[in-house]
């Protein structure tokens, strides 16, 4: 969806900024602006400034800044396109989109509604199941012996669904309403020749409810009071949830995982809860499934750390290597991704409450790093004493190994996996690169299995590229005219590449000029829908699209070179890497330049002025001392 920058102007025109940021902070007037506490940093003292004037927000603490749109992408870990279309939704406006047939768009516009009603219907349903909890003298014992106090009960929005099958008739005006059994709040027995029956699907279970990151309810967990099976039931797949894509806890613990500076991923509602309670309020945990890419990335929103916490017994050990196949292409050299396991007997809860919060803490910073689980996982059940043991550890290392993206940790692991089964990094590399290829193709490589070229003393070893679509190398191609050129060419190029970029990156290339901020728009929206995509997939979704001209004349004539043995992206991302802080650069000196001129009627101006000045020069050294490494773009 390809969002023109007249909407994106109009929709912030439109929006308050102090009314978006005052659902998540508490703000008290302060002259001009408004202040609280940051929520991006711990503080005590508030120095988090939103100016209703300027549609602005900032931090003399930690530097965050940005408009309405920035807020919630930072904050509420929101795409571009998601925090545009939840502005929109809360300004009654609707997102125009240049694509797609008017049907289409009709259908698109009756599914959100769709989506808002479900989500109207569950918050309802929760408030019930709240009541019911202060009913229920066992519910509540049960919570009270499981250590929990009516204040993180309250917090977390727990209830209790009564023992009887159609509660619910008595919530809802009409128990035959179809959005009770589309939200999975009733279940609906229909065999032919038999009288219809509906029931709830919840009954007798203390209740969980599910929020997304803006808060809405989109399902529940139902935990039993005993024995019986299932322990833990949950809502089913429903136009808004889905178990893939959704954390428990996420909305609650969305400010503690900035301040704790790590998200710890456990398996249950009740550990989320029960950690919350003993100082561990930074916890998710999955719905009842394995950790998908999906959590992942939707992790990596809020933190640059996470650590998966399972039981150390074989069922915790299988899930823990289902998340590491699902972090292993966000593990970049910015990231940090570990795993705990924790003593059979014990879960996070009974742990701290046997050894201390202290114990766990330490626990928690001592959890086996990402490269340490990936080389265990590979070499588990290998004789390395043995050829084929070793050789079959470099089989199994190969898949882990290509999907991490291209940095220092693939570099350092290559060397280490190469020790292991007794190869030469080059070697290794050879191997893999040439795995099931014809001997034509590999000699076409460059890869003749019985002669390998040593690099001499001026050369760069190359390295394997991952299981993705090799990055392609183009001919023919118009040298870029401007900076956003350039790095519209890199990203239609490398699309991967817009998920290691800053929500300030992100808010910067959407909100240029047309045509080039509806571009980056555009992909932004193909990656978040459609995931990664090499050009030629992206040229044939442009067909017939306005900005299809721009891209194709950016691109120029492409040609895959996939003969070359060197698929190595990291020189394009250090190209564009450079590219953007320069953007960025630009973009404060025209900043500083707006505060300038402000400071004759605002005196936070000044402040502000010196704030960005601080930042830019801060970036000139970076970007000065990276190209001084590694030679200019």
Same mark, same amino acid.
């Given at each position: 969806?390809?969002?023109?920058?007249?909407?994106?102007?109009?929709?912030?025109?439109?929006?308050?900024?102090?009314?978006?940021?005052?659902?998540?902070?508490?703000?008290?007037?302060?002259?001009?602006?408004?202040?609280?506490?940051?929520?991006?940093?711990?503080?005590?003292?508030?120095?988090?400034?939103?100016?209703?004037?300027?549609?602005?927000?900032?931090?003399?603490?930690?530097?965050?800044?940005?408009?309405?749109?920035?807020?919630?992408?930072?904050?509420?870990?929101?795409?571009?396109?998601?925090?545009?279309?939840?502005?929109?939704?809360?300004?009654?406006?609707?997102?125009?989109?240049?694509?797609?047939?008017?049907?289409?768009?009709?259908?698109?516009?009756?599914?959100?509604?769709?989506?808002?009603?479900?989500?109207?219907?569950?918050?309802?349903?929760?408030?019930?199941?709240?009541?019911?909890?202060?009913?229920?003298?066992k519910a509540v014992d049960y919570l009270k012996g499981r250590g929990l106090s009516g204040?993180?009960?309250?917090?977390?929005?727990?209830?209790?669904?009564?023992?009887?099958?159609?509660?619910?008739?008595?919530?809802?005006?009409?128990?035959?309403?179809?959005?009770?059994?589309?939200?999975?709040?009733?279940?609906?027995?229909?065999?032919?020749?038999?009288?219809?029956?509906?029931?709830?699907?919840?009954?007798?279970?203390?209740?969980?409810?599910?929020?997304?990151?803006?808060?809405?309810?989109?399902?529940?967990?139902?935990?039993?009071?005993?024995?019986?099976?299932?322990?833990?039931?949950?809502?089913?797949?429903?136009?808004?949830?889905?178990?893939?894509?959704?954390?428990?806890?996420?909305?609650?613990?969305?400010?503690?995982?900035?301040?704790?500076?790590?998200?710890?991923?456990?398996?249950?509602?009740?550990?989320?809860?029960?950690?919350?309670?003993?100082?561990?309020?930074?916890?998710?945990?999955?719905?009842?499934?394995?950790?998908?890419?999906?959590?992942?990335?939707?992790?990596?929103?809020?933190?640059?750390?996470?650590?998966?916490?399972?039981?150390?017994?074989?069922?915790?050990?299988?899930?823990?290597?289902?998340?590491?196949?699902?972090?292993l292409s966000f593990a970049t050299d910015e990231r940090s991704i570990k795993f705990l396991?924790?003593?059979?007997?014990?879960?996070?809860?009974?742990?701290?409450?046997?050894?201390?919060?202290?114990?766990?803490?330490?626990?928690? *910073?001592?959890?086996?790093?990402?490269?340490?689980?990936?080389?265990?996982?590979?070499?588990?059940?290998?004789?390395?004493?043995?050829?084929?043991?070793?050789?079959?550890?470099?089989?199994?290392?190969?898949?882990?190994?290509?999907?991490?993206?291209?940095?220092?940790?693939?570099?350092?692991?290559?060397?280490?996996?190469?020790?292991?089964?007794?190869?030469?990094?080059?070697?290794?590399?050879?191997?893999?690169?040439?795995?099931?290829?014809?001997?034509?193709?590999?000699?076409?490589?460059?890869?003749?299995?019985?002669?390998?070229?040593?690099?001499?003393?001026?050369?760069?070893?190359?390295?394997?590229?991952?299981?993705?679509?090799?990055?392609?190398?183009?001919?023919?191609?118009?040298?870029?005219?401007?900076?956003?050129?350039?790095?519209?060419?890199?990203?239609?190029?490398?699309?991967?590449?817009?998920?290691?970029? *800053?929500?300030?990156?992100?808010?910067?290339?959407?909100?240029?000029?047309?045509?080039?901020?509806?571009?980056?728009?555009?992909?932004?929206?193909?990656?978040?829908?459609?995931?990664?995509?090499?050009?030629?997939?992206?040229?044939?979704?442009?067909?017939?699209?306005?900005?299809?001209?721009?891209?194709?004349?950016?691109?120029?004539?492409?040609?895959?070179?996939?003969?070359?043995?060197?698929?190595?992206?990291?020189?394009?991302?250090?190209?564009?890497?450079?590219?953007?802080?320069?953007?960025?650069?630009?973009?404060?000196?025209?900043?500083e330049t707006q505060a300038i001129e402000a400071a004759s009627t605002d005196p936070s101006?000044?402040?502000?002025?010196?704030?960005?000045?601080?930042?830019?020069?801060?970036?000139?050294?970076?970007?000065?001392?990276?190209?001084?490494?590694?030679?200019?773009?």
């Amino acid at each position: 969806m390809a969002i023109p920058q007249t909407f994106i102007q109009e929709l912030l025109a439109r929006a308050d900024l102090v009314d978006i940021v005052g659902r998540y902070v508490q703000l008290k007037k302060g002259g001009a602006n408004f202040m609280g506490l940051c929520p991006f940093h711990g503080e005590k003292s508030p120095s988090f400034s939103v100016s209703p004037g300027k549609q602005f927000y900032h931090c003399f603490g930690c530097g965050k800044n940005g408009n309405a749109i920035g807020f919630l992408m930072e904050h509420a870990g929101m795409s571009f396109v998601e925090a545009v279309s939840d502005l929109a939704q809360q300004y009654g406006m609707q997102v125009p989109e240049d694509d797609g047939s008017p049907q289409d768009r009709a259908r698109a516009a009756e599914q959100r509604q769709r989506q808002t009603t479900l989500t109207d219907v569950l918050k309802k349903a929760g408030e019930a199941y709240k009541k019911q909890l202060k009913q229920s003298t066992k519910a509540v014992d049960y919570l009270k012996g499981r250590g929990l106090s009516g204040a993180i009960a309250q917090q977390f929005g727990l209830g209790y669904a009564s023992e009887g099958w159609r509660t619910l008739a008595g919530v809802f005006p009409s128990y035959d309403d179809p959005l009770l059994v589309e939200s999975g709040l009733v279940i609906l027995h229909n065999e032919e020749g038999a009288e219809e029956k509906r029931y709830d699907r919840f009954r007798d279970r203390v209740m969980f409810p599910i929020h997304n990151v803006k808060g809405e309810c989109i399902g529940f967990g139902g935990r039993v009071l005993g024995d019986e099976k299932p322990k833990y039931l949950n809502s089913p797949e429903t136009p808004v949830f889905s178990k893939g894509r959704e954390l428990y806890g996420l909305f609650e613990a969305r400010g503690s995982l900035r301040e704790a500076g790590y998200a710890l991923v456990t398996e249950g509602y009740m550990d989320v809860v029960a950690l919350a309670q003993l100082g561990f309020p930074n916890v998710v945990a999955t719905l009842g499934t394995a950790c998908t890419t999906e959590h992942v990335q939707k992790l990596f929103r809020f933190t640059d750390a996470v650590v998966f916490s399972f039981d150390g017994d074989s069922a915790g050990r299988r899930a823990a290597r289902k998340a590491l196949d699902a972090a292993l292409s966000f593990a970049t050299d910015e990231r940090s991704i570990k795993f705990l396991f924790l003593p059979a007997e014990h879960d996070p809860d009974s742990f701290i409450r046997a050894f201390g919060k202290d114990a766990f803490a330490r626990h928690v *910073s001592e959890a086996l790093p990402l490269s340490r689980f990936l080389i265990d996982a590979a070499q588990d059940g290998c004789d390395l004493t043995t050829a084929e043991g070793r050789a079959l550890l470099a089989s199994r290392a190969r898949p882990l190994w290509q999907q991490l993206p291209d940095g220092a940790l693939k570099r350092q692991l290559l060397g280490e996996i190469a020790g292991l089964v007794q190869l030469d990094s080059r070697d290794l590399t050879d191997l893999w690169s040439s795995k099931g290829q014809s001997p034509r193709s590999a000699q076409a490589r460059g890869k003749d299995p019985e002669r390998h070229k040593r690099p001499d003393s001026q050369s760069r070893p190359t390295y394997a590229a991952n299981n993705a679509v090799p990055t392609p190398r183009w001919t023919g191609r118009a040298l870029p005219s401007s900076r956003a050129d350039h790095a519209a060419r890199l990203l239609m190029g490398n699309l991967q590449a817009l998920q290691a970029l *800053s929500a300030e990156e992100h808010a910067m290339l959407c909100e240029l000029p047309a045509p080039h901020g509806p571009l980056f728009v555009w992909l932004e929206s193909q990656l978040q829908e459609q995931g990664s995509q090499p050009w030629v997939a992206l040229q044939a979704g442009l067909r017939g699209h306005p900005l299809e001209e721009l891209a194709t004349r950016l691109m120029g004539r492409h040609d895959l070179d996939t003969g070359s043995a060197d698929t190595n992206a990291q020189p394009e991302r250090d190209e564009l890497r450079k590219l953007l802080d320069r953007m960025l650069v630009e973009r404060l000196k025209a900043q500083e330049t707006q505060a300038i001129e402000a400071a004759s009627t605002d005196p936070s101006a000044l402040s502000r002025y010196r704030e960005l000045q601080s930042r830019r020069r801060q970036l000139e050294v970076a970007s000065t001392r990276v190209e001084t490494e590694q030679g200019p773009p």
